[in-house]
């Protein structure tokens, strides 16, 4: 939930009425944005971990 408020700063209550599977959605679409920005700052290096494969 803290990958979630830091990114949106959305309050605990807010992110606490998400659904998990909202919020795992939510993380999923932050770390895309997060791998873009990554990827055109510095395109030698590779993309961070896809939370999709942690399960």
């Known amino acids: 939930m803290a990958f979630i ?3 949106l ?3 605990l ?5 998400l659904a998990h599977r909202d919020r795992r959605r ?4 932050i ?3 997060n791998d873009k920005i ?3 700052e510095q395109p030698e ?3 961070g971990i ?3 494969q942690l399960g």
């Open 5 to 7: 408020a830091y990114h």
């Open 38 to 40: 990554n990827a055109a």
């Open 9 to 11: 700063h959305w309050s």
């Open 50 to 52: 896809d939370i999709r």
């Open 31 to 33: 770390s895309k944005i």
């Open 45 to 47: 290096r590779s993309v």
């Open 13 to 17: 209550a807010e992110i606490s009425m």
């Open 26 to 29: 939510w993380c999923e679409e």
